[in-house]
């Protein structure tokens, strides 16, 4: 009897093993197959659940002035390190990982907490593009990422080439304005000596006032990163204040100094 009741116990414990080993296993697939790829922009392979996915497009929506790169977790340092590769024409570009919108979409404090970054982000374009204006083509893209703390940081890609070659056009306006004002002055007065001659030649055949005689016939590419808004303007300054510099400096002028950490 005793042996009949271990046989049953130990059936009992198998078949709740296995029972729960397959919802194990049910779980997993129903978490996998509730993920799924995104639209838009990406690094890596991201996926997300349908309701972070649903989320993530009214984020986009809500701040369209923005591009948003989506980052797969095991890409996150990867696009840390190469975040000056990722250019958009938009106002500003933003990375984020996957898990950062799956929290966001289901923890209000957590969304809260990134989307007032966002919206100071918003209230700053305005006047960041206006302070880039001045400065041409020479800025390529804007953006920000955040690290796994919630800390923001800003970064701009510059394009050191194009800013040179503003100096290079803008000197080039100047000579040709210097030269054409040169060429101008010494033209007038070739027309006055001209004029003296044929009132000379004119007054000495009678004709006062005589008829003039016909004239003969890759980019290097530079990305800084702050911790805020004007410090970042300051570094996007400094880039550009070295690159003129450098632009008017002798052979042996550059060679004299080092580099410059541009990160915060």
């Given at each position: 009897?005793?042996?009949?009741?271990?046989?049953?116990?130990?059936?009992?414990?198998?078949?709740?093993?296995?029972?729960?080993?397959?919802?194990?296993?049910?779980?997993?697939?129903?978490?996998?197959?509730?993920?799924?790829?995104?639209?838009?922009?990406?690094?890596?392979?991201?996926?997300?659940?349908?309701?972070?996915?649903?989320?993530?497009?009214?984020?986009?929506?809500?701040?369209?002035?923005?591009?948003?790169?989506?980052?797969?977790?095991?890409?996150?340092a990867e696009a840390e390190r190469n975040k000056g590769m990722y250019q958009s024409s938009k106002d500003l570009l933003v990375l984020i990982d996957s898990d950062k919108i799956e929290k966001m979409a289901e923890d209000e404090e957590y969304r809260k907490k990134y989307e007032s970054i966002l919206n100071g982000a918003t209230a700053q374009i305005a006047q960041m593009k206006n302070n880039l204006a001045s400065k041409g083509e020479s800025v390529r893209s804007v953006g920000l990422s955040f690290d796994d703390h919630g800390n923001a940081s800003f970064f701009a890609v510059i394009d050191k080439s194009l800013a040179a070659q503003r100096e290079r056009i803008a000197e080039k306006k100047a000579e040709n304005a210097k030269k054409q004002k040169a060429d101008q002055k010494k033209e007038a007065e070739r027309a006055a000596e001209e004029k003296r001659k044929e009132k000379a030649k004119a007054k000495a055949n009678g004709n006062e006032k005589g008829e003039p005689e016909k004239a003969a016939n890759s980019s290097d590419l530079v990305t800084v990163t702050a911790s805020s808004w004007d410090d970042l303007m300051r570094k996007i300054d400094g880039v550009l204040f070295d690159e003129r510099a450098d632009h008017i400096m002798t052979a042996d002028e550059k060679a004299v100094g080092g580099s410059f950490d541009y990160s915060i």
């Open positions: 009897m005793e042996q009949i009741n271990n046989n049953a116990v130990n059936s009992y414990a198998a078949d709740y093993q296995y029972r729960t080993e397959q919802n194990k296993k049910t779980e997993t697939a129903e978490k996998t197959e509730k993920k799924t790829k995104v639209s838009g922009r990406t690094i890596g392979e991201p996926e997300l659940s349908e309701k972070a996915a649903k989320y993530y497009e009214k984020l986009k929506k809500k701040y369209s002035n923005m591009d948003f790169v989506l980052v797969s977790p095991e890409k996150k």
